[in-house]
């Protein structure tokens, strides 16, 4: 929860917001969707459980980042 009272105390309109998570047992399940419910104003690209480095500059490369 202290992500959602972060996001809701900003105002990310017109933002682009990449969301990720680093757990082990877990994945990032809905949170994506909820960000986009708690941010509707922002864009709320694609997120990604990473755990593995090396996933992370395939993963910003398929973002266009």
Not at 12 to 41: M, Q, W, Y
């Amino acid at each position: 929860m202290p992500v959602f009272t972060f996001l809701e105390s900003y105002d990310f309109s017109g933002k682009t917001l990449i969301p990720f998570c680093t757990s082990g047992s877990t994945g990032i399940g809905a949170s994506v969707s909820d960000i986009r419910e708690v941010c509707p104003n922002a864009e709320v690209l694609s997120g990604l459980r990473a755990n593995d480095t090396s996933a992370i500059a395939p993963w910003l490369v398929q973002l266009g980042r």
